[in-house]
């Protein structure tokens, strides 16, 4: 890129002034005032020409450390100005650093003169408060003449890439209140009761008649079998409702936000346990080969265009593949047509929905009377305003073999959707 030059303020009074002492010089025959007129005027073409090859000289350099953050946390830029000539000096030095609203006011820095190989170190902090992929720079340089009149700018190299991470709330930990230990954590029941206590599925055809769990099958009236024992053959499933009509709010408030929060903290529960998962949006799945690869999908995930629910529901809890043993819903706002949807998920799966009260629902009874629903077609249903209320209803939902009994009292209202 060419450097762009101009008049400073005080470039541009001197040639003003010059101007008019010309002008008044000549008009009254003072000579001395046609030379000061002349002298104002040629001034910021002389400051210009020694700004000759100055940007030229500059070199810099950008380093984040580190590259990828979560949320709420800080990341250090570390900038570093230098003057590549062996003889030449650059004048002074201004520079500005390009960084996007969401990190803060752009950073300002006045270096002042700069010798022959001569290197300055500039460090600032960014702490961006929403996920995403930030462009770091690039970086301005305005170098001045002696005198100030004249200035160069030129903006220097690419931006850097900054990974925003969704945050996250850690939901249990092995050796505490899940009852997970050791290498025995993948084989347990994905509630985290232990062995003895295992919360069982309904019998499927094919399934050993020494793994009919005898008490829960006199509780229930039909068979039901050790569902720990059955992990070999099971996978978990995620979807996040990731719709834009669905959620509401802006940035960090964002409801989506929030969704994708609960997400992130699910899954990394889960995979620190071992379970074999399957993270879906209404737009397809996303990578979950390991914690670091599920953070950086989700932290570039945006809202999407669908409308309906229905194919990231039916697809993952679809006929064909391994059986689910969990099935976990993070939703925004549902039509009766998702409600509809996920009713139909297989009911021999643990079904966990997550609902975010602050989502675009039509009025504030909406969350209650669509709790009230999936908890009546076997779901446990946790409704959440903060990702840090989720652990304590996470544990609560998933310690009691029972089943789940929402805390608000559902409406009996008939679900409509949103208006």
Known sequence: MRPHRTLTARGGLMATFGTIALVVGLVVGQREIVGVGLLLLLLPPIGTLTLIGALGRVTHSRDLRPRRVAAGSDSRVLIRIGNSSLAWPVGRIRIEDTVPALLGHEPRYTLGHLGPRAVRDITYLVRPAVRGRYPVGPLRITVLDPLGCVRATRDLGAP????????????????????????????????????????????????????????????????????????????????????????????????????????????????????????????????????????????????????????????????????????????????????????????SATRVAVLCSGADWPDPEAPSRVAGLLSEHGWRVLSIDHPTELPALWHRALSTEDGWVPTATASRTPWEGPR
């Open 160 to 347: 850097s890439s900054l990974l925003v991470t969704p945050r996250f709330v850690p939901l249990g930990s092995p050796g505490t209140s899940d009852g997970s230990h050791g290498e025995d954590a993948p084989r347990r029941s994905v509630t985290g009761v232990g062995e003895q206590d295992p919360i069982p599925r309904a019998y499927r055809h094919g399934d050993e008649l020494r793994r009919v769990h005898w008490r829960s099958t006199a509780k229930h009236g039909e068979l039901m079998v050790r569902r720990e024992e059955q992990h070999h053959r099971e996978h978990d499933v995620l979807v996040l409702d990731t719709r834009d009509h669905a959620h509401l709010g802006e940035d960090e408030d964002d409801s989506l936000e929030t969704a994708v929060s609960a997400a992130a903290s699910i899954v990394l529960h889960l995979m620190e346990r071992g379970h074999r998962l399957r993270l879906h949006t209404e737009r397809g799945r996303l990578g979950t080969e390991n914690p670091s690869e599920v953070l950086e999908e989700l932290a570039v995930v945006e809202a999407s265009e669908a409308t309906s629910l229905a194919g990231a529901v039916v697809g993952p809890g679809g006929a064909h593949g391994p059986s689910i043993g969990l099935f976990v819903a993070v939703l925004g706002a549902l039509s009766a047509e998702d409600v509809s949807a996920l009713i139909t998920v297989d009911d």
